[in-house]
Nanobody
């Protein structure tokens, strides 16, 4: 079992940047694909980005392509989400979660979840 803790959220103005971190405990982190998922008030959860176990492949939601970058450092048991050119519609609680198949992007059947970190973007 992997335990996940997110950090790095905050409040920024539109056009600003934030870097979120997802730090894991547990010896299975380096074999876990990790996704960032967000949920805005009154909206359904939305896949944002995902990265494979060794960082060799990644996927992004169309809404963040070109602005967000996901990366990982398995030596530090950490996955990052660099968010640039933030927009008010990016405001949400951001969660990291484990997954085993890219089909999870569609099914939403993620494994372990963190507690989330709030990102607020003002116009």
């Amino acid at each position: 079992q992997v335990q996940l803790v997110e950090s790095g959220g905050g409040s920024v103005q539109a056009g600003g940047s934030l870097r979120l971190s997802c730090t894991a405990s547990g010896r299975t982190f380096s074999t876990s694909a990790i996704a960032w998922v967000r949920q805005a008030p009154g909206k359904e959860r939305e896949f944002v980005a995902g990265i494979s176990q060794y960082g060799t492949s990644s996927n992004y939601a169309d809404s963040v392509k070109g602005r967000f970058t996901i990366s990982r450092d398995n030596a530090k048991n950490t996955v990052y989400l660099q968010m640039n050119n933030l927009k008010p519609e990016d405001t949400a609680v951001y969660y990291c979660a484990t997954f085993t198949s890219w089909r999870t992007i569609v099914t939403g059947d993620f494994g372990s979840w963190g507690q989330g970190t709030q990102v607020t973007v003002s116009s």
